[in-house]
């Protein structure tokens, strides 16, 4: 029997990739968007239907969740700068629908609930290999607001029949399956973006501020093994596994613009006598590759597929 899905944040930058992707992989897939359908047949086309609604609105929870589905993703947050925002509202968006979308899908026989939580609640890193039983140690809002979904996942994984699983992504990266998704300013999108249309990159920083990129169509399949394994583990870390400095990923632009285009990109930092990073953490994934995920996207072909966007999208 076909699994029904039910994403909230299903217009958004991920949960529109994720629900396109489990789509053509076999899913009944209901996309929750707020606040209207996007614009794009080919994409509604995929979808079994589409709700449009607030995931803050009680009575708009509980009328969706008469679809009986078998599987619920949630994705609905503030992005890290909107979380340092008025506490209340924070809490509004980030927090409470987690409560509430357990609360009511936990009643109705719920099978799986899967939320997307963050390698921020980690805070900051340094030199070491960060597991699943890594500590948090959050140190800013959107860390914190993660965290605290978390615990509320934890909650109905022990006490109901629902089972709960939390992602900790790391960052994704890649081209908008909808042109309006907020995602520029993601690094790798935002040093593209620098680089075809102003032939060059400025970065904000001396570029040794490290990070660990995986492509959005790699969360997509990771989601799906997560799904499907029998395995009973709760939390799980959705990374590439590599980590690499900012620094490094704008010179890789900047190979990448070259080979294209056949025009020297030139790259400006703060520093420009930065030193070398040898010490990196590393956002660990073994637990993700015991259930059968296997990275396809590289970075060369992930930053190829953001030009081809750009110049698809040039001038519209």
């Keep these: 029997m076909v699994k029904k899905v039910l994403i909230t944040g299903g217009n958004g930058y991920i949960g529109s990739r994720l629900c396109l992707y489990l789509a053509d992989v076999g899913y009944a897939v209901t996309p929750v968007c707020y606040p209207e359908v996007p614009a794009d047949t080919f994409w509604i086309k995929k979808m079994e239907e589409i709700k449009v609604g607030d995931v803050r609105d009680i009575v708009f929870l509980q009328e969706i969740a008469k679809g009986s589905y078998d599987i619920v993703i949630h994705l609905v947050s503030l992005d890290h700068r909107q979380s340092e925002g008025e506490p209340a509202f ?186 070398q990073v040898d010490k990196r953490y590393c956002i660990d994934n073994s637990l993700l590759l015991t259930i059968g995920f296997k990275p396809e996207w590289e970075l060369e072909r992930g930053i190829h597929d953001l030009f081809d966007f750009l110049e698809c999208h040039d001038g519209k």
């Design 90 to 275: 924070v809490t509004s968006v980030n927090i409470t629908p987690v409560w509430s979308l357990l609360d009511i899908f936990s009643k109705k026989g719920l099978q799986k609930f899967i939320y997307f939580s963050t390698v921020q609640v980690y805070g900051k890193l340094s030199n070491e290999k960060i597991t699943e039983q890594h500590t948090p140690l959050v140190s800013n809002a959107y860390g914190l607001t993660h965290l605290i979904g978390e615990k509320i996942c934890d909650f109905y994984n022990r006490t109901t029949l629902t089972a709960c699983r939390v992602i900790r992504l790391s960052n994704s990266y890649g081209a908008p399956i909808f042109v309006e998704n907020n995602c520029w300013w993601l690094v790798i999108n935002d040093l593209c973006k620098q680089a075809y249309f102003d032939g060059k990159i400025v970065l904000q920083s001396d570029g040794t501020p490290q990070r660990d990129f995986i492509h959005g169509w790699d969360v997509c399949q990771a989601v799906q093994k997560i799904i499907e394994t029998d395995h009973s583990d709760f939390l799980y870390q959705i990374s590439s596994g590599t980590t690499l400095t900012i620094w490094e990923i704008a010179c890789l632009v900047q190979d990448i613009y070259y080979k294209r285009y056949k025009r020297r990109l030139l790259v400006y930092r703060k520093d420009e006598n930065s030193v």
